[in-house]
């Protein structure tokens, strides 16, 4: 009987350990040291409430810093009036959260910048996971259109009236949104076929073979040519 290679030797996967690392509580007045005046904006946030009334759902001020959460469907007129009228003309940032919340689980954050003012605030909008839609607004920051294409493809939350909101990373018929609380941190085996480990061998379809207990064959191996003397050192 012919003895097994190791990469035939199916192995036990290891049970990956969880280590919680505990958070503080927030410290109330406290005195940050941290904390940039250029974060604290608090007559921004009085217009925002002035201008949108109940459109403006939460302002939190945390660590000196305001984040104000409005309503999805109103966060382009909410970011036009911020850009027009308080000069906040840079978008610095836009990405999503997966809170893994019955409601409310999405989350999409904008942070807004006033290179004249040198101040800073951060939007939120929260969405539903049955219907994660929120309008693009691309049509005031340009800037927008790459980070609403990244965070479409890592959470599927869907920009409505962008220009060309196809995936950033992933294939287009990718059915997974890997940034997503429920995607396995070591993929999805067979999900994504990726190229071969050796010329001419089978696609990889498993992204972390040994973590699944199978040992991949080496990476590329070139034969010595047959003229070619074979070094002892």
């Known amino acids: 009987m012919a003895e097994q290679t190791g990469n035939e030797r199916p192995k036990t996967p290891e049970a990956l350990k969880f280590y919680f690392t505990p958070v503080d509580p927030p410290r109330g007045d406290e005195l940050n040291p941290h904390a940039k005046a250029s974060t604290y904006v608090p007559e921004v946030v009085e217009a925002l409430k002035e201008r949108f ?30 850009k027009e009228e308080q000069g906040f003309n840079y978008l610095a940032d836009l990405g999503g959260i997966d809170r893994f919340t019955d409601e409310g689980r999405f989350e999409v954050f904008y942070n807004l910048v006033s290179i004249e003012r040198r101040k800073r605030i951060r939007l939120k909008v929260r969405v539903e996971e049955d219907n994660p839609v929120v309008p693009s607004v ?65 696609l990889t379809r498993d992204p972390f073979p040994r973590a699944h207990g199978y040992v991949p064959p080496p990476g590329f191996e070139e034969p010595p040519a047959e003229d070619e003397e074979v070094s002892e050192h």
Request: charged share 30%; net charge negative.
């Open 53 to 82: 009334g109940d459109v403006i759902e939460e302002v939190e001020l945390y660590a000196g810093e305001h984040t104000v959460r409005v309503r999805a469907d109103k966060i382009v007129e909410v970011c036009r009036f911020l």
């Open 138 to 202: 691309t049509s005031v920051y340009r800037a927008a259109n790459w980070n609403e294409r990244e965070c479409y493809d890592m959470f599927g939350i869907r920009f409505e009236g962008h220009p060309d909101l196809r995936r950033m990373y992933m294939p287009e018929d990718f059915e997974y949104h890997p940034l997503r609380k429920e995607f396995p941190l070591l993929g999805i085996p067979g999900s994504l076929p990726l190229p071969p480990q050796t010329p001419g061998g089978p």
